[in-house]
C-alpha cells in the first residue's frame, strides 16, 4: 500500500498576523493508522521542504494520543520537515491519496493546479481519494472525467459553517468549506459540531472535522484493502 499524503505550505492566516498550516491530529492520526497496518507514505507539499504546523492544532488543547505519538517521533517530524515538492510527485506511484485538513489548504490547495490534477489523475484511476476537515477545500476547481465538478452529486462532507463560526474565522477565510461544496453540486451532509462524521460516495471519502480523522483513515484503509487485492 503506497499513500501519498498532501499538505498545505500556506503559514498566513489572511491579515491576521497569525499563522496558520495544516492540524496536527488529522494528520497524525491518520498517519499512524495506515503506518501501523504497513502503508508506505510519502508526504509533499507545494512547495517542498517544511510543511507548516498551525500553532492552534499543537496546543495541550488539542492535544491526543496520536499527537503525543507524533510529538516523540523524531522520524515523522523530520519527514514533515523535509516533504517531496508536489508536481514531483506521479499518481501512477501511488495506491490512494489522502489531504488533511487544517486552514492553510484553504488558501494553497484549493488553487494549486498540481494538486488540482494529481487529484484528477487519481480519480481518473478510480483510486481512493480522501480529505478531511478543511482539506476538501482542495476539491474546489478539481473536474470529474465528464467535466463536471468532482463533487457535483457525490454524497461529501467538510468542516461545516457553524465549526468555522465557533472558532472565529467565518470572515478571515476566503471562503467557506460548506458553502463550496454545495455550490458546486455536492449533496452535503454534517452531523453535530464537533462531532465524528466521515462519508464514502465511490472512490471518495470526505471527514467532516479533526475528530473525524480517524474514521476517515479506516474507510481509506478499507477501500485498499478491496482495490490491492
Not at 499524503?5 to 497569525?18: E, P
Not at 510529538?71 to 523535509?82: L, P, V
Not at 487519481?122 to 468532482?150: M, R, T, W, Y
Not at 471527514?207 to 482495490?227: C, F, I, W, Y
Request: charged content about 25%; glycine content about 8%.
Amino acid at each position: 500500500m503506497k499513500v501519498l499524503f498532501v499538505l498545505t505550505s500556506h503559514d498566513k492566516l489572511g491579515d491576521t498576523g497569525k499563522k496558520t498550516g495544516f492540524w496536527v491530529e488529522e494528520f497524525a492520526n491518520p498517519y499512524y493508522t495506515l503506518l501501523d497496518k504497513g502503508a508506505d507514505i510519502t508526504i509533499a507539499t507545494p512547495k517542498g521542504g517544511a510543511a507548516p504546523i498551525d500553532p492552534s492544532s499543537d496546543s495541550p488543547d488539542a492535544a491526543t494520543e496520536d499527537t503525543e505519538r507524533f510529538n516523540n517521533d523524531a522520524e515523522a517530524k523530520e519527514r514533515i520537515a523535509n516533504t517531496k515538492v508536489l508536481a514531483d510527485m506521479n499518481p501512477d506511484d501511488f495506491d490512494a491519496v489522502f489531504y488533511p485538513g487544517g486552514h492553510g489548504p484553504l488558501w494553497d490547495l484549493a488553487n494549486d493546479k498540481n494538486s488540482i490534477a494529481l487529484i484528477e489523475k487519481f480519480n481518473s484511476q478510480e483510486k481512493p481519494i480522501a480529505f478531511v476537515c478543511h482539506a476538501p477545500a482542495a476539491l474546489k476547481e478539481v473536474k470529474g472525467v465528464n467535466g463536471d465538478p468532482l463533487v457535483k452529486g457525490k454524497k461529501v462532507t467538510g468542516f461545516t459553517n457553524s465549526e468555522e463560526a465557533a472558532v472565529g474565522l467565518t470572515d478571515i477565510v476566503p471562503f467557506l468549506v460548506e458553502d463550496m461544496l454545495k455550490k458546486n453540486g455536492g449533496n452535503y451532509s454534517k452531523k453535530d459540531d464537533w462531532a465524528s462524521y466521515a462519508i464514502e460516495d465511490g472512490n471518495l471519502i470526505t471527514g467532516q472535522n479533526p475528530a473525524s480523522s480517524e474514521l476517515v483513515a479506516e474507510l481509506l484503509l478499507k477501500k485498499m484493502d478491496h482495490t490491492t487485492e
